[in-house]
Structure formats: structure tokens, C-alpha cells
């Protein structure tokens, strides 16, 4: 009998220790919040990965996206609301939601995962006040930009740079590109506008400048009108240089920068790894694993721009089929 007992208790040892197993595994419910200031390719793509990683990482998420539409000064209620209803991982997409998520989220114990802030110093999203901060940079290689220019146009003598003034992310890039001009003797100009609005006029000024390439870099602003700033700066035979494969897709001519599908799985690891646990100060911020190079041929077929079988070496290229356009391999 006594034998039978202990074999009973056994048995139940294993299976209360089988149950606390799947319990640490699983976990409780985690509540993520991502919050975006607007819609387009990237942020999307961004937004999409995040949320696909995490469905399928096994652990039990309720999330929430929300988007600002454009209005930053939406983003606080946003957050503020997230925070009245309660809310485990918050992770804001692009400086300005990041920005807005320290002021609602600072100095509380709620984790924030950012995505995509070029430069998280400059945004203020480290230090002593920001230990509940991590997340991935999307930190652009601008010297590797500007050397793509000369590879597609050996010819060009000054490039124009184009950039929301409002940006922290797009400053920061502009200002990396034109430090590695000013070091190499590159001539360039540039324009900065506050809105979308304003992308007309601050274009046609630059290219009154005698440019003959322009380079964007991950400007959201700009990301989102890039039908009107490709169909003015095509017009009078200026290519495009990106700082996002998004961006080159809708119709930007060719980047060395970000692959957003790859940023989001990074969001998503960090994310799954303060979901199990681990605290925002004991994990630095990341920069991209790896960069990409993208072509878009159909925007080099407007520009009347010849590129050469080396040239194209290494770039995935845009192609169309059934109506969809996505990068070859």
C-alpha cells in the first residue's frame, strides 16, 4: 500500500511538473500594443512582421495596432489610452511614435520595443531615463548610398538631398550623407520641407539647382507621397536614391539600406525576449543584422538609365507578377 502510495505521488509529481512546464512556456496572456504615426509600405511591412513573428512564436499575445494616420499629435492619446486600459510590451514604430510613447510610458515599468528610430540617442531614448527602452535602430549606411550614386551615375556632379525637417530619423540620415560629402569634396545641395505639402515646391527649387541625382533617406513623409516625388523629379531625368526597399518599390530607382521584413523579425525577438522576462536595460538597443541592395528597372526604363550586367550585381530586382510587385531574389 505504501509502495502504491508513493508511486501515486510520483506520478502526480510528474504531471504537476509536466503543467509547470507548459505554464513557463506558455505563459500568461501578454498584451502588446504598436502603434504607428501612419501608413506606408514600410511601416506596414514592419507592423505585419512584428505581428506574424509573435502569433507564431507559440506564446499567448492579445495585440493591438493603432495608427496616428498622420496626426503625431494623436500619438499621446494613443498611448495614453493604451495605458488606462492596461498594457504589458508597448512598441512604437518610427521616432515620432517612440518619442511619444517615452512621454506616456517613461519611467513606468511598462517595457517599449521601438522600430525603426535611425538615431535613438538623438530621440532620447537612451540614458538613465530611458531603462525601459529597447528596440532596433534602422541606422542607414549613407556613405554607402552616396557611393551608389556614382556606381549607377559615374557622370553626376552634385546630388540633392530631400528631407522632412520635423524628422529626427531624416535629419540624422541627411546629415551623415552630407558629413561624407563634405570629407570626400562632393557637391550637393539640399531641401528640407515640414509636410507633404510642401514636397512640390522644395523639389522643384533643388532641381533649380542644378542637381542631377537625389537621395531620400527612410523620411516617412516622404515615403508616402514617393508617386508625386518620382513623377516630378522623372519628369526632368533626376534619379531617385532610397534609404528602404519600400520605397524603391514605389518607385524610388535603387538603395543599400533597410530590409523591413528583417527589421521586424528583430522587433519580434526582442519583443518574445522581454515577454519571457528579460528587462529592457539588460538588452542595447540593435542595428540592422544586415542591409540590402534593391533596383527598381522600371524606374531606370523612365530615366532612359542604362545599368550594366556589373552594376547590377547583387541587387534583387523589382519584378511584377499577377499583378503584385515583390523584389527577386
Do not use: W
Not at 44 to 58: C, H, M, P, W, Y
Not at 119 to 136: C, F, K, M, R, Y
Not at 171 to 196: G, L, M, P, Q, R
Request: aromatic residues 6%; charged residues 15%; glycine residues 8%.
Amino acid at each position: 500500500m505504501v509502495k502504491s502510495l508513493v508511486q501515486g505521488l510520483l506520478v502526480l509529481g510528474l504531471l504537476f511538473g509536466l503543467t509547470l512546464g507548459v505554464t513557463a512556456q506558455s505563459g500568461p496572456k501578454v498584451r502588446v500594443v504598436i502603434v504607428q504615426p501612419l501608413s506606408h509600405k514600410s511601416l506596414d511591412q514592419i507592423r505585419d512582421t512584428i505581428v506574424a513573428e509573435l502569433k507564431a512564436s507559440g506564446r499567448d499575445f492579445e495585440i493591438v495596432t493603432q495608427n496616428a494616420h498622420g496626426d503625431t499629435s494623436s500619438l499621446a492619446t494613443l498611448f495614453q489610452n493604451a495605458r488606462s486600459k492596461g498594457v504589458d510590451i508597448v512598441v512604437p514604430i518610427a521616432t515620432p511614435a517612440a518619442q511619444s510613447a517615452k512621454a506616456v510610458f517613461g519611467g513606468t515599468n511598462t517595457p517599449i520595443v521601438f522600430a525603426a528610430v535611425s538615431n535613438p540617442v538623438a530621440a532620447g531614448l537612451t540614458g538613465e531615463d530611458s531603462q525601459n527602452i529597447t528596440g532596433v535602430s534602422n541606422s542607414i549606411p549613407s556613405a554607402k548610398i552616396v557611393q551608389l550614386v556614382t556606381d549607377f551615375q559615374p557622370h553626376s556632379k552634385k546630388l540633392g538631398f530631400l528631407y522632412t525637417s520635423s524628422e529626427t530619423n531624416s535629419v540624422s540620415t541627411i546629415k551623415a550623407a552630407k558629413e561624407f560629402c563634405d570629407k570626400n569634396h562632393i557637391a550637393y545641395a539640399e531641401a528640407s520641407i515640414a509636410s507633404a505639402t510642401e514636397l512640390a515646391p522644395a523639389l522643384n527649387n533643388l532641381l533649380g539647382k542644378g542637381v542631377d541625382a537625389l537621395y531620400t533617406g527612410n523620411d516617412n513623409t516622404i515615403a508616402a507621397a514617393m508617386p508625386a516625388y518620382t513623377d516630378l523629379a522623372y519628369a526632368k531625368g533626376v534619379p531617385i536614391y532610397c534609404g528602404a526597399d519600400s520605397m524603391v518599390a514605389d518607385g524610388g530607382l535603387a538603395t543599400i539600406g533597410v530590409d523591413y521584413v528583417q527589421l521586424g523579425k528583430q522587433v519580434a525577438a526582442l519583443v518574445l525576449k522581454v515577454a519571457q522576462g528579460a528587462h529592457p536595460a539588460a538588452l542595447p538597443y540593435e542595428t540592422l543584422s544586415d542591409y540590402a541592395k534593391f533596383v527598381n528597372l522600371q524606374a531606370a526604363a523612365r530615366l532612359n538609365l542604362t545599368l550594366s550586367p556589373e552594376v547590377l550585381h547583387g541587387y534583387r530586382v523589382l519584378v511584377e507578377k499577377d499583378g503584385v510587385s515583390h523584389f527577386g531574389k
